[in-house]
């Protein structure tokens, strides 16, 4: 049974969706992608395995889905900002150990979440066990950038990740690229209702490389297990870019490609994509 409810932060009311089995050791983070909501995370809320297994947790970020916009966009529609928010909500949800399934631009959240932790003066109590990256690679600046993504003219939906004001047709073109099939209604809707402002600071941001050093994190990370999992067929990430990154503790010591799955597997692919997570899972257990 989920349930909803909506959490004041000071980056805005965050619509909150919870799932699963309160008493496991950890809870499972679902971050969502760039002008999506938690309805994308729906076959694993609805999972009888996972829910009776492990507490899950999803939300709208600020300017998505049923979350409020920012109180102040320059300042939260930024990795930095997202990662406060949501660091803000498992404080309040009272979640210390945690395990982070990240896709697109919630994968960078994940990863300057885990910097902006180990940071916390005083030290933070909530502890992230592991990252799985969904259609994410580490970057920081115009470089980095440009080698982890394809350009914008291939394909050039891509564009359209960073553009406030979006027609019915370029949402529609964008959605379907981001998401695959099945298409549904709820998420061309959602890529209208999201606050322009949040792709545009966004991506601005991201760029010129405001936030951690995504590639320093993922390096030298020490605890904390990545797993890279990706569809083949991925329209936005160069896959070759991922492979040859340093990672600290990268899961089965591979990056992960599903075939004939694209930007969402998880969506696209939810079977074989649950099968992979439910082992992630158990090799996150805390020991």
Not at 72 to 77: A, L, V
Not at 96 to 117: D, K, P, Q, R
Not at 185 to 205: E, N, P, S
């Amino acid at each position: 049974m989920l349930e909803e409810s909506t959490i004041t932060t000071t980056h805005g009311a965050i619509h909150v969706i919870q799932a699963g089995n309160t008493t496991s050791l950890f809870a499972l983070l679902l971050i969502h992608g760039n002008s999506s909501s938690s309805q994308v995370w729906r076959h694993i809320l609805q999972s009888e395995y996972l829910t009776s297994r492990y507490q899950i947790i999803a939300f709208d970020l600020p300017g998505h889905g049923q979350s409020s916009d920012a109180i102040e966009p320059e300042q939260t529609y930024t990795m930095r900002g997202y990662a406060e928010c949501a660091s803000e909500l498992l404080a309040q949800l009272q979640v210390t150990n945690v395990v982070i399934l990240g896709w697109s631009l919630g994968g960078h959240i994940a990863l300057e979440l885990s910097s902006l932790l180990q940071q916390h003066q005083p030290p933070s109590p909530i502890h992230i066990h592991s990252i799985m990256l969904v259609g994410t690679p580490p970057a920081s600046g115009p470089a980095q950038t440009a080698m982890g993504f394809f350009k914008t003219s291939k394909p050039p939906a891509m564009s359209f990740a960073s553009q406030e004001f979006l027609t019915e047709a370029e949402a529609t073109a964008f959605i379907h690229l981001v998401t695959g099939n099945p298409r549904e209604q709820w998420q061309r809707d959602g890529a209208i209702r999201t606050d322009g402002r949040a792709r545009r600071i966004m991506f601005a941001a991201f760029v010129v490389g405001r936030g951690v050093d995504q590639v320093q994190v993922v390096a030298q990370s020490k605890e904390t297990l990545y797993a890279v999992v990706n569809g083949a067929e991925e329209p936005f990430v160069n896959l070759d870019y991922l492979d040859d990154l340093t990672w600290g503790r990268l899961w089965k010591g591979k990056c992960i490609r599903m075939e004939g799955a694209g930007h969402a597997p998880f969506w696209e692919q939810p079977r074989e994509f649950e099968q992979i997570l439910r082992e992630f899972l158990v090799d996150s257990q805390p020991v």
